[in-house]
């Protein structure tokens, strides 16, 4: 079975602060890839970043950093310096062999001026 | 324009009526899905489709059924709209076997009363 787990449902910063969204996934597949999706207020959801099961390399954007291991099942979520523009919800998803694309219940951010 | 299209964007309805959602997509992808947004939950998907021939269920299909007229287009209908299907419904395309990440619609906001 599939599974994407982000256990922390709501997280508050005060502006500046860096913040990590934890997102664990489940499935027996060995190829699949892993996504991070943004929902702002306006409701649109906007891609971020695609992660295949055979690239462990972690990648920066800007004040986005994402860590992949595969050993804990792990597909971490950092924003450095957090900004009032980066309070939304955030989704973490697993795309399978299938291409069947489940997704995490979300952890809404909320950066405080 | 949007290379995702979903209408209605709005719809109040009330309980037993039949509903139906389109979507429809200039991307020329050959995959598309439909999921269900409640808050809390995140994505819930209701249905996939690899193409016109083929439609696979998701994790939430009961209750409505859908219907793949051209690679353009992907239908969601709910045939005795209830209560609790009242949510915010998102289409979205893929490209490619495994690499290709969503691309949303911007959501339908469905009210059953």
């Known amino acids: 079975a599939q599974k994407v787990t982000q256990a922390q449902t709501e997280i508050s910063v005060v502006e500046k602060e860096d913040v990590t969204l934890d997102c664990v996934y489940e499935t027996r597949d060995t190829t699949y890839y892993l996504f991070w999706y943004k929902q702002p207020p306006s409701g649109e959801l906007v891609f971020l970043i695609r992660?295949?099961?055979?690239?462990?390399q972690n990648e920066i954007s800007g004040r986005y950093s994402w860590n992949f291991q595969k050993s804990t099942s792990s597909f971490n979520f950092t924003i450095t310096a957090s900004q009032v523009v980066d309070s939304a919800v955030y989704f973490c998803a697993l795309k399978t062999s299938y291409d069947k694309v489940i997704f995490g219940p979300g952890t809404s951010l909320s950066v405080i001026p | 324009d949007a290379d995702v299209t979903q209408t209605p964007r709005n719809r109040i309805t009330k309980t037993g009526k039949r509903i139906m959602l389109e979507c429809s997509q200039t991307?020329?992808?050959?995959?598309m899905y439909w999921y269900r947004q409640d808050p809390g939950l995140g994505l819930q998907l209701i249905y996939y489709?690899?193409?016109?021939?083929?439609?696979n269920k998701g994790e939430i299909s009961d209750g409505y059924s859908v219907s793949r007229q051209a690679q353009a287009k992907f239908s969601l209908s709910l045939e005795s709209a209830i209560p609790n299907q009242t949510a915010l419904y998102f289409c979205?395309?893929?490209?490619?076997?495994?690499?290709?990440?969503?691309?949303f619609g911007e959501g339908s906001r469905l009210t059953v009363l």
């Open positions: 991307k020329g992808h050959d995959r």
């Open positions: 979205a395309t893929s490209a490619g076997k495994n690499t290709g990440e969503l691309f």
């Open positions: 992660r295949n099961s055979f690239d462990e």
């Open positions: 489709s690899f193409d016109v021939k083929d439609i």
